[in-house]
């Protein structure tokens, strides 16, 4: 008879957790799918144009269901843009080689910015919006460092070492960003090959390297 219980215990175990399971992975692709459609919508009419209402319905819920993933739009906006900002830096760390040459890390990362911003336009656009908008005073100067602690590391080196000129890092990191989004505003408006394409990121990281090293 315990053998009997056991046996149907584990079976309702089991259920449960199934259950549990299931409900983890339809929260996950309902979450996704507000995220997705606030990313479409906020690139499209910005931030001010877009209701909660009219994402949920985009996504096809109620505008219920949207507030029980995100309590208000500013921490649906904040989601979205730290979703995508994870991403971002989590693919500059995995493809910037570690190298001996400095020069060679800057490069890896110059370019694997480049091609990640261009692989993610929409999402790129998106995080353009943000930090000129007043939500961006809600992201920690933390989370900020954090972001840009792989550039900061490699610049601080840089000057260390005397290979880069010992300008203020607030103006190196302007001088690099501001070249990564003007080459990619560019090539995006160019019909070119890939390896075009490579090429004149390979002589616009040229260019820079010759503005900040020594």
């Known amino acids: 008879m315990i053998k009997i219980f056991h046996s149907e215990f584990l079976i309702i175990s089991n259920i449960f957790n199934y259950s549990k399971i299931t409900k983890l992975f339809f929260d996950l692709d309902k979450k996704e799918d507000i995220l997705k459609t606030a990313l479409d919508l906020f690139v499209k009419s910005g931030f ?16 219920g269901t949207l507030f029980h993933y995100f309590k208000t739009k500013e921490e649906l906006i904040i989601a979205l843009y730290t979703e995508h900002q994870n991403c971002f830096t989590a693919f500059i760390h995995t493809n910037t080689i570690s190298d001996e040459s400095l020069k060679h890390m800057f490069h890896s990362f110059f370019s694997s910015s480049i091609n990640w911003i261009n ?23 933390e989370y900020i460092n954090k972001q840009d602690s792989l550039l900061v590391e ?3 080196k840089g000057i260390e070492e005397e ?10 990191r302007t001088l690099i960003n501001s070249h990564i989004i003007g080459i990619n505003s560019y090539l995006s408006t160019q019909d070119m090959s890939a390896e ?19």
């Open 48 to 63: 001010h144009a877009t209701p909660t209402s009219k994402i949920a319905k985009e996504a096809g819920m109620a505008n």
């Open 119 to 141: 692989d993610n336009k929409s999402a790129f656009q998106f995080m353009q919006q943000f930090t000129l908008s007043p939500f961006y005073q809600f992201i920690s100067k």
């Open 154 to 156: 490699l610049l601080q």
């Open 196 to 214: 075009h394409s490579n090429m004149i990121i390979h002589q616009s990281f040229s260019l820079l390297w010759d503005m900040i090293s020594l």
């Open 163 to 172: 290979i880069l000129k010992k300008l203020p890092l607030e103006l190196l």
